[in-house]
């Protein structure tokens, strides 16, 4: 059974900074991607950004790039978002999800962590 465990949530004021870390594990945990969706309170879910396993990065909307990155270490099969320069609008509860093809649906899903970013 795959499991994906987030970490790294918190409230942050305008302008600041959070981590978020996302690991994976289970026997046949072996993704081709991984990402981070978002759900904001009363609104639908998100999508924020995908790694695939070999790199490459897609991003949700414009807004995210030059704020959110996405790093991973295979090696401890974790994936990271690096948030910076926090509007109140990114106030959520992101979730790190996987798949495990191209075009494959986003299978597994973690139990997400909240993000409060204060004005």
């Known amino acids: 059974q795959v499991q994906l465990v987030e970490s790294g949530g918190g409230s942050v004021q305008t302008g600041g900074s959070l981590k978020l870390s996302c690991a994976g594990s289970?026997?046949?945990?072996?993704?081709?991607?991984m990402a981070w969706f978002r759900r904001a309170p009363g609104k639908e879910r998100e999508f924020v950004i995908s790694?695939?396993?070999?790199?490459?990065?897609?991003y949700g909307t414009n807004s995210m790039k030059g704020r959110f990155t996405i790093s991973k270490d295979n090696a401890k099969n974790t994936v990271y978002l690096q948030m910076n320069s926090l509007k109140p609008e990114d106030t959520a509860v992101y979730y790190c999800?996987?798949?495990?093809?191209?075009?494959?649906?986003?299978?597994?899903w973690g139990q997400g962590t909240q993000v409060t970013v204060s004005s």
């Open positions: 999800t996987s798949r495990r093809a191209l075009g494959a649906a986003w299978e597994y």
């Open positions: 289970g026997r046949t945990f072996s993704p081709y991607a």
């Open positions: 790694i695939t396993w070999s790199g490459e990065i897609t």
